[in-house]
């Protein structure tokens, strides 16, 4: 039993905690195990619905037959009782004292009731209920043999915060509405419910907006993958080899219904009036350098801002918010305002003269924070005007605050900028770098990971995170609306590399942000995680697994400085179609390893090869290596080949080091 924060060992690992648990006695039998995964199987349980909660009725019986190869017939209801052999999701006679997320859920030895408030509430309570069966449950293919029950329990639970999000950057590194979609699955298994997508940068524009189409025509695209990456870490190239890739209207709209159908309300980011390079790309006559070259290749080099007052840009950004507000219902439109130190503003012939007339003297950084704060107003009113709410990174207050706009504090240490946005009646949300940046490192042993931005998130660090800053004043408490993870794609060019930086991290902010402060216990999380992990591997999200696969390794017996091949079997760690991630770390002496190539065989055979130079020392560059499997044969040999050559330190061939098969690339 769950009572007043503490778990007992039999309790049922539930990631996010929930408010209170007993356990009752015996189990729910859902189906019987199959022996053979075949042609589905009608089920005997029943889902029963009310009108209101049909659509969760519906979603979790499609989940149900994935895993478990048996067909649910979904069946309207008025019950407000339990029925026999049936799973009840209701809004009838509901619990008053939850709020619109919250749930009750009885598992007794013949029935399952889920009864909230709202619609979400009971998709929530379905959350619940998929983690008390076996992780097999969260198969994307039928799985046999599996005993498919769950332990009786009564559960009355609802979340600490309203928004529990997560941002992701599309922007650095491209990924297609599917690998999106596979995000927003997994951010409802673990009930959050925010997903800011974050897609205007400096690199590229990401959304179609149809009366600017030089907007994705252009400045979707770039040259290469950049940030040192492996080209072969993403798919999305056009004909002209350039990299990228952009979202059309009518895929914002799937993906914006999908979201909705897991109660997850999308906040899209605009930026503006800094990291608008891409955009100024396509469109230099509103921006605030008057050379701005028009040449892709210097996207990178070159960052450029909008100019406020010169004529048309204003009308540009309406038209383009105002297309953005069409495609996205949520109550917030981001406009980002981070990082913008646009002293070109204090020559700009049309900024110079709007600052005067405002009464900023253009005379530095000082008058950069008054201009943008003014921006940042006429933008929060446009928005407001149409009955949406602006919200930006900490920047936009560094002017003062905004009384139109809400808040996302980013800046750890500058915590200010949150008291002061909410004892001004304004809504926070909090997202400061040192707690949620999953861009960041997991450990500080850089060898088990792919690269990513200095800096450490350790996953205790974030889950100790407390949103709520503690100078705020009780009164304003409630203006904090809740935080949010922020994956930053620098250095995240793949499906892999992206659910592997957020997974496990994302399940402790989900503890963070639903579970009540006092009943959270990092020590009991880790333990419900060793169980919450075979869910993941059930539903093949990709994590940080600490234990790399060592398949070889290199010592000066074993190269030389003019090059030789070495091969390691990897016939056991092939398991599936797709792709294989090599890497090589240096684990002592002064020498290097330079690899020319690495490729991978089947029955003796070269079915992939990945040329690259790449060199191994205790900063490795580009020492990752990408290969891929089309079909996995089965009882066929897989072999690791790999040319390479010691260069160097004492001899050329002073070094030893580690040949890993990651899972992320």
């Known amino acids: 039993m769950l009572l007043a924060g503490k778990v007992c060992s039999a309790a049922p690992a539930l990631i996010p905690l929930p408010q209170s648990m007993q356990l009752g006695t015996g189990v729910f039998t859902l189906c019987p195990p199959q022996a053979v995964a075949g042609v589905p199987v009608k089920a005997t349980t029943k889902i029963l619905t009310d009108t209101t909660s049909k659509a969760t009725g519906q979603y979790l019986a499609a989940l149900l037959l994935k895993s478990t190869g048996y067909e649910f017939e979904v069946s309207a209801s008025t019950s407000a009782i339990a029925v026999k052999d049936a799973i009840l999701i209701t809004t009838v006679n509901s619990n008053a004292t939850l709020n619109s997320e919250g749930y009750e859920l009885t598992v007794s030895p013949d029935s399952v009731v889920i009864r909230a408030p709202t619609s979400a509430g009971g998709f929530y309570g379905v959350q619940t209920l998929l983690q008390l069966f076996p992780p097999q ?13 769950a332990p009786c329990v009564f559960i009355q639970d609802q979340p600490r915060f309203a928004w529990r999000g997560f941002m992701l950057d599309v922007v650095r590194h491209f990924h297609d509405k599917q690998e999106v979609k596979d995000c927003l699955d997994t951010m409802a298994y673990h009930k959050l419910n925010t997903f800011h997508w974050h897609l205007v940068d400096d690199q590229a524009w990401r959304i179609q907006i149809l009366q600017y189409p030089r907007l994705t025509s252009v400045s979707a695209w770039r040259p290469s993958i950049d940030y040192g990456l492996n080209p072969r870490a993403t798919p999305y190239y056009d004909t002209n080899g350039n990299y990228g890739g952009f979202y059309t209207q009518d895929d914002i709209r799937e993906v914006v219904a999908y979201a909705a159908a897991r109660h997850i309300t999308i906040v899209p980011e605009v930026e503006m009036p800094g990291h608008s390079t891409a955009a100024l790309l396509a469109y230099p006559a509103v921006s605030a350098d008057t050379n701005f070259p028009i040449n892709l290749d210097v996207i990178n080099y070159h960052y450029d801002v909008y100019s406020p007052a010169t004529p048309g840009t204003f009308t540009f950004l309406q038209n383009v918010l105002t297309e953005v507000m069409g495609l996205f219902p ?6 980002g305002g981070d990082e913008v130190s646009s002293f070109i503003w204090n020559t700009n012939a049309y900024d110079s003269a709007q600052m005067q007339t405002l009464g900023i003297t253009p005379n530095g950084s000082a008058s950069v924070l008054q201009y943008q704060s003014w921006f940042s107003g006429q933008i929060a009113n446009f928005l407001a005007s149409k009955g949406r709410t602006m919200i930006g990174w900490t920047e936009i207050e560094y002017g003062g605050v905004l009384t139109n706009a809400a808040l996302m504090d980013w800046i750890n240490g500058s915590s200010s900028q949150a008291v002061n946005a909410a004892t001004n009646g304004r809504p926070v949300v909090m997202g400061l770098n040192a707690y949620t940046y999953m861009n960041y490192l997991s450990y500080t042993n850089q060898a088990v990971e792919p690269p990513s931005q200095s800096g450490t998130l350790q996953i205790d660090t974030m889950y100790n995170f407390e949103p709520v800053p503690t100078n705020l004043p009780a009164a304003y408490v409630t203006n904090i609306l809740g935080a949010q993870g922020q994956l930053w794609g620098e250095y995240v060019p793949s499906r892999l590399n992206m659910f592997f930086k957020l997974y496990p991290r994302l399940c402790a902010l989900s503890e963070v942000l639903w579970t009540p402060a006092a009943l959270k216990n990092y020590t009991n999380f880790q333990q419900r995680l060793v169980a919450h992990k075979q869910r993941l591997d059930s539903a093949r999200i990709n994590y940080d697994h600490t234990n790399l696969v060592q398949i070889g390794s290199w010592s000066s017996t074993t190269i030389n400085t003019n090059g030789v091949t070495n091969s390691w079997d990897v016939s056991s760690y092939v398991t599936n179609a797709g792709e294989v991630d090599i890497n090589f770390w240096r684990n002592t002496g002064n020498s290097s390893l330079n690899i020319n190539w690495v490729a991978l065989l089947e029955n003796g055979v070269e079915i992939d090869r990945d040329v690259h130079t790449g060199t191994a020392t205790t900063t490795p560059i580009i020492p990752i290596y990408i290969l ?38």
Do not use: E, F, L
């Not at 449950?137 to 029950?149: E, F, K, L, M, R």
């Not at 040999?637 to 080091?657: C, E, F, K, L, V």
């Open 137 to 149: 449950i969260y198969s994307v293919q039928p799985a046999i043999n599996v005993t498919w029950t």
């Open 330 to 335: 949520g109550q917030y439109i981001h406009c």
């Open 628 to 665: 891929h499997v089309p079909a996995r044969k089965r009882g066929a040999t897989y072999t690791i080949r790999a040319n390479m050559a010691g260069s160097g330190g004492t001899n050329g061939t002073n070094s030893t080091g580690t040949v890993y098969m990651p899972n992320w690339n």
